[in-house]
């Protein structure tokens, strides 16, 4: 995994780090401007200085090569504040695929029931995104990458929530583990989105639990993606964050502080344009990744 942005790397910097010969107010300055390029933002940025200067302090070490190890232990504790558990016990479990348009959210499905797959789980998809005519198409094509089982529109312009439905009744007749749900990213107006939304939930409710609502998010767009998405966040009943294009083009910082901004764990990263680029979230992975 490479986390890094243009010439910037933090995994850079703190190896310019141990060239320095003692921890001084400089060692400071230039993990604070690393921090800050690679997004983390001023409160996040503060808070996990706060703590490396605390704990450098705590155990008396000079040495600038300490601040690596340290930092990362730093990262990893405050990711690992939110559980990146993916719930799918219930038999079958449905995941609804929330998001802007954009996003990446069909290649994201298509991805994750390949992972899914992996895992040894039974996976059928949704084709629930009625109101982009593309959409069942493109959602078909990765299902076949996938090599997964989808429902699609009997007829065009289909109520969205009796797709999913049919879906969880297939599931449930052929002991199918998993339905993933994807739904429409645009309407002409939020309330109407979301009152799409609502009613997938409650047309499923009645034959199974909702398990996840998932948010993908393209974490190229940083904070801009969140604002985007502030509406599925606020109304949506959201359970976890899926993150996009996380391949190297993003700023690996954003990762952590869109999970202190939304307080909602991520639950999956997507790593790349392959049907195999999907894993799950692990703080100590990723925290590993960031500092190595």
């Known amino acids: 995994m490479a986390w890094s942005t243009g010439k910037w790397s933090l995994s850079k910097a703190l190896k310019n780090l141990v060239s320095q010969a003692q921890i001084d107010e400089s060692t400071w300055e230039e993990l604070e401007d690393s921090l800050l390029g690679a997004d983390f933002g001023p409160d996040l940025t503060e808070s996990l200085l706060?703590?490396?200067?605390?704990?450098?302090?705590?155990?008396?070490?000079?040495?600038?090569?300490?601040?690596?190890?340290?930092?990362?232990?730093?990262?990893?504790?405050?990711?690992?504040?939110?559980?990146?558990?993916?719930?799918?016990?219930?038999r079958p479990a449905i995941v609804l695929v929330v998001g802007v348009n954009g996003v990446g959210k069909t290649t994201t499905i298509g991805k994750f029931a390949k992972f899914l797959t992996n895992a040894g789980r039974s996976v059928v998809i949704a084709a629930a995104d009625t109101f982009r005519a593309a959409a069942v198409?493109?959602?078909?094509?990765?299902?076949?990458?996938?090599?997964?089982?989808?429902?699609?529109?009997?007829?065009?312009?289909?109520?969205?929530?009796?797709?999913?439905?049919?879906?969880v009744e297939k599931a449930k007749a052929e002991g199918i583990d998993i339905v993933l749900v994807d739904t429409a990213g645009r309407l002409h107006t939020k309330s109407g989105l979301m009152d799409e939304l609502g009613k997938i939930r409650r047309v499923l409710e009645k034959v199974a639990p909702v398990s996840e609502v998932l948010l993908v998010l393209d974490?190229?767009?940083?904070?801009?993606?969140?604002?985007?998405?502030?509406?599925?966040?606020?109304?949506?009943?959201?359970?976890?964050?899926v993150l996009t294009k996380t391949d190297g083009s993003a700023k690996g910082g954003f990762v952590m502080n869109v999970q202190e901004s939304t307080g909602l764990p991520i639950k999956l990263l997507g790593l790349g344009e392959g049907i195999?680029?999907?894993?799950?979230?692990?703080?100590?992975?990723?925290?590993?990744?960031?500092?190595?």
């Open 50 to 90: 706060a703590s490396v200067r605390a704990e450098v302090e705590r155990i008396g070490t000079t040495k600038p090569d300490d601040v690596g190890a340290i930092l990362r232990d730093a990262l990893e504790e405050q990711l690992a504040r939110y559980d990146s558990t993916l719930m799918l016990t219930e």
């Open 137 to 167: 198409e493109q959602l078909s094509t990765w299902a076949e990458r996938a090599g997964v089982q989808i429902v699609t529109p009997e007829k065009e312009g289909q109520d969205p929530a009796s797709v999913a439905y049919q879906a």
């Open 219 to 241: 974490a190229t767009t940083g904070q801009n993606g969140v604002l985007q998405a502030q509406a599925f966040l606020e109304q949506a009943g959201v359970t976890g964050l």
């Open 276 to 292: 195999g680029d999907m894993t799950g979230f692990s703080p100590q992975a990723f925290a590993k990744a960031l500092t190595d």
